[in-house]
């Protein structure tokens, strides 16, 4: 049975043929990342601000009904945009359920410890099973009462907040989610909230504060906010660059590949993956001031990925991985701990699907060992409900050298891209189906 495009947004597994050739432009989603905090620096805000190309997956949806629990008013204009008018002055009336969204639930719950109320915080049950402790425990140092499965460490949460102090903040691990939901409760705490970072993470929420008005201030790895009061502005959301990154890797590994990805967001931290195919050999051109990125089919070479360039990265090694199992040599990536608790545990599942298509590779507890040079094979993959996973699978899929790739828990992908499957087949000319005898 093939499906309608629109309706492989939802199916539960794909069939996807091998042997195409990535050609073509496109604009990819609004960036997820700038999508979740416009919604609720908005919402912070004083007046009505105007979001521009906002993300229209599922991640991103789940935090703009966050954002109505608390009965901030958020309506689309007829044109794409949507009008949100703050700011927000009372708890939620309801559960605040963020579906799949690690970056929604961390970051709300940042907003909901500044509130004088009660917020009770939940997901689906690949997000319950994510490590919450991360930003449980500074927003109690800070003052909240944060409560929840095992002591705090899992979803569902509840936070009654309100009476927030500063406090100078330290994470054990490199994480944007937990820098932003800390920062994002210092705005109502008493002083300077300060973190300070092991890395440099990506700065979408700084850079978004001080749009808003925002008290803020980046110095290297350090990063401080004072109590502010956010004014209304007008959000572009340019495109996602980690959704960019799936049609460079499937241009540089597919024979005469070659795709162009426009008006995309150039900001700190989000096109390394540029620059780990640049190292790789890549035929890349990226304009970032204009922020169009062209890539083109290459001979690529193995690379050694270690812990100062995983923050950079953190979304774009399952595909990465894809480009290094088709490079010449082998590639280690290492000090990439942080992917075990993501949607999935990326380190594992990475490695089983890249086993899958016949690739040779080695887990290591905190990364892989990939060996390059093969081809690709016609695979069954499980996706485990990770969007990232399941894309890169797809495009690994439409790269083998010949036969048909079934992918598990298709339905994941709408989280981010609902138009995955379209642009596939639009870039690659494969066929993409449903797989009827799973959907029965």
Avoid at 52 to 72: N, P
Avoid at 298 to 318: N, T
């Amino acid at each position: 049975m093939t499906y309608a495009v629109s309706d492989l947004d939802a199916v539960s597994c794909i069939r996807v043929e091998g042997g195409g050739a990535a050609r073509g432009a496109l604009r990819v989603p609004g960036d997820k990342s700038i999508s979740h905090r416009a919604l609720l620096l908005a919402a912070l805000a004083h007046g009505t601000s105007i979001l521009e190309g906002l993300s229209r997956g599922q991640d991103v949806t789940c935090t703009r009904h966050a954002v109505e629990r608390f009965g901030v008013e958020v309506v689309e204009d007829g044109q794409g945009r949507l009008l949100v008018t703050g700011p927000l002055r009372h708890e939620p009336d309801d559960v605040l359920d963020h579906g799949n969204a690690g970056t929604g639930i961390r970051l709300t719950a940042g907003v909901c410890a500044g509130i004088d109320g009660l917020s009770v915080l939940t997901g689906d049950e690949y997000l319950r099973r994510r490590p919450m402790d991360r930003i449980a425990v500074p927003l109690r140092e800070m003052g909240a009462r944060v409560d929840g499965r095992e002591g705090g460490r899992l979803a569902p949460l509840v936070v009654r907040g309100g009476g927030l102090h500063a406090i100078t903040y330290a994470p054990a691990q490199a994480s944007a989610q937990v820098k932003s939901a800390i920062l994002l409760a210092g705005l109502s705490a008493e002083g300077r909230t300060v973190v300070e970072e092991v890395h440099p993470t990506r700065r979408h929420t700084e850079e978004m504060l001080e749009q808003f008005g925002g008290r803020v201030a980046v110095q290297d790895t350090r990063v401080s906010v004072e109590r502010s009061d956010l004014a209304a502005t007008t959000v572009h959301v340019p495109g996602d660059p980690s959704q960019a990154a799936f049609w460079a890797v499937a241009a540089a590994i597919s024979d005469g590949g070659e795709v162009t990805v426009h008006d995309l967001y150039p900001g700190f931290g989000r096109s390394d993956f540029v620059g780990v195919l640049q190292r790789m050999g890549a035929d890349v051109d990226f304009d970032q001031a204009g922020g169009t990125l062209t890539v083109r089919a290459s001979r690529l070479q193995a690379v050694e990925l270690g812990a100062e360039d995983i923050p950079g990265i953190v979304d774009e090694v399952p595909v990465l991985a894809i480009a290094a199992a088709l490079a010449h040599g082998t590639t280690v990536i290492s000090g990439a701990a942080e992917l075990r608790a993501k949607e999935s545990d990326r380190i594992s599942y990475t490695c089983a699907m890249l086993r899958a298509f016949g690739v040779k590779v080695s887990e290591l507890e905190d990364g892989m060992v990939i060996e390059g040079g093969g081809q690709l094979h016609a695979a069954r993959v499980d996706s485990h409900g990770d969007h990232r996973l399941a894309m890169a699978a797809a495009v690994a899929a439409s790269c083998a050298t010949s036969g048909t790739t079934t992918i598990n828990r298709w339905e994941s992908v709408a989280t981010s891209y609902p138009a995955f499957a379209a642009d596939l087949m639009r870039l690659t000319g494969v066929s993409v189906t449903a797989d009827a005898e799973q959907q029965a």
